[in-house]
């Protein structure tokens, strides 16, 4: 199969890039990524002077480039986006123009060519749990509150329209929140990690009880592509890490793994419309395609301590230009 994999230079695309050419000898990818802060060519470096991969950069909202390269694969994956909520909250624009535009410019060149295709969503878009309802499922309604989420949800919805209006094949996965290699340090558990190893501070926001369900990456990626190869036309799967936790959790677990202690913990402001807790009721996929978490959380962040201890350049590299400017927006709103 040649797969047309959007936002490749990512966290979650790239870890996928490497287990589709790591576990399908004949399997080509195309990588195309507009390359923006959150991304990083090293994460591929090793498949670089391999024919089955292919490296394209510009944008997904950019139809003349985007068609050709739709048309030469059988399959899109579908992974390019804004991805992270704070950024939503303090500018919505490139999640409006990436995640709805850039999903729609993807899908009428899918129309076109009559392609396979898979859309990678979250569980943000069925809004947020208290702490006795039952988890998200493939039937929840959807009820986004941030920027970032809605601008999800939209895409979500266009994917579906193709699907009923035109017939496209195409299916939709919503996951929990992932961690592992190559997570940007700007998300929870990276930014943890490597604030702990620059000796500052980690900044729990309100009072650290809200919930997320933490699925490792490379489950994840072995979840899309099973729904990619035999998942139904039309359908959406809910994947969950079976590793729901407080925040504060997290945070007390990593002080422990890296010798420290709860000084370094720093209390911030909340999050504007945080949202309380998320999980994931994945009994779908486990049912109709066997799949289930492999890797427990514990287990997930001993690797992603020692991966995080092992590749200091890559994470400084990633902390430095654009995320420093950010950082100060951040903290200057707070
Ligand atoms: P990421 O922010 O790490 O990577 C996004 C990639 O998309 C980057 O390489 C970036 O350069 C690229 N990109 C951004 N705008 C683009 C554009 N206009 N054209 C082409 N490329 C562009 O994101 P991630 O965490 O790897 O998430 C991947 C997907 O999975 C996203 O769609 C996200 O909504 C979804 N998701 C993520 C999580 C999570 O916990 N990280 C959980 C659920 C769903
Ligand atoms: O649930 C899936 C979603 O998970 C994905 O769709 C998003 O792309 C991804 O970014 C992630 O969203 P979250 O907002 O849940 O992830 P984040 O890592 O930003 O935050 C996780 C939790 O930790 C959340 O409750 C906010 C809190 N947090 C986060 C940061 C960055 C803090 O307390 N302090 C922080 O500095």
């Known amino acids: 199969m040649k797969i047309l994999v959007t936002g490749g230079a990512g966290f979650i695309g790239s870890n ?96 076109k060519h009559g392609k396979r295709f898979h859309h990678v969503s979250t569980d943000e878009v069925f809004g947020s749990l208290g702490l006795d309802d039952a988890p998200f499922n493939e039937r929840t309604p959807y009820d986004p509150r941030s920027p970032y989420s809605a601008s999800k949800a939209s895409s979500d919805h266009l994917v579906r329209a193709y699907f009923h209006t035109y017939n496209l094949p195409v299916t939709i996965s919503n996951c929990s929140n992932n961690y592992g290699p190559y997570a940007c340090p700007e ?42 190869r035999q998942g139904k036309i039309g359908e959406t799967y809910c994947v969950g890490g079976n590793g729901e936790r407080p925040n504060i959790w997290i945070v007390k677990q990593l002080l422990s793994a890296l010798g420290k202690d709860e000084s370094s913990i720093e209390y911030v402001k909340d999050r504007a419309g945080h949202d309380r807790r998320y999980a994931i009721d994945f009994s779908k996929i486990e049912r109709e395609l066997g799949w289930r978490p492999s890797v427990t959380l514990e287990e997930g962040l001993k690797n992603t301590v020692a991966w995080f201890k092992e590749n200091e350049v890559w994470w400084k590299n990633m902390k430095s230009g654009e995320y420093e400017k950010y950082y100060e927006k951040q903290y200057q709103k707070r």
């Open 16 to 111: 996928f890039i490497h287990f589709i050419l790591g576990t399908y000898p004949k399997d080509e990818v195309i990588n195309l990524d507009l390359l923006t802060y959150a991304s990083n060519l090293e994460n591929l470096a090793v498949w670089k002077d391999d024919p089955r991969y292919r490296f394209v950069k510009g944008s997904i909202t950019d139809a003349a480039l985007v068609e050709p390269l739709v048309a030469e694969c059988d399959a899109i994956v579908h992974f390019a986006a804004e991805s992270h909520v704070d950024r939503s909250i303090l500018d919505p624009s490139a999640f409006i123009e990436t995640n709805v535009r850039g999903t729609y410019v993807l899908l009428e060149a899918a129309k």
């Open 187 to 228: 998300k929870f558990i990276p930014l943890i990690i490597t604030n702990l190893f620059e000796g500052k501070k980690v900044p729990v926001y309100g009072d650290g009880m809200q919930v997320r369900d933490w699925l490792y990456v490379s489950d994840h990626c072995r979840a899309i592509d099973l729904v990619l």
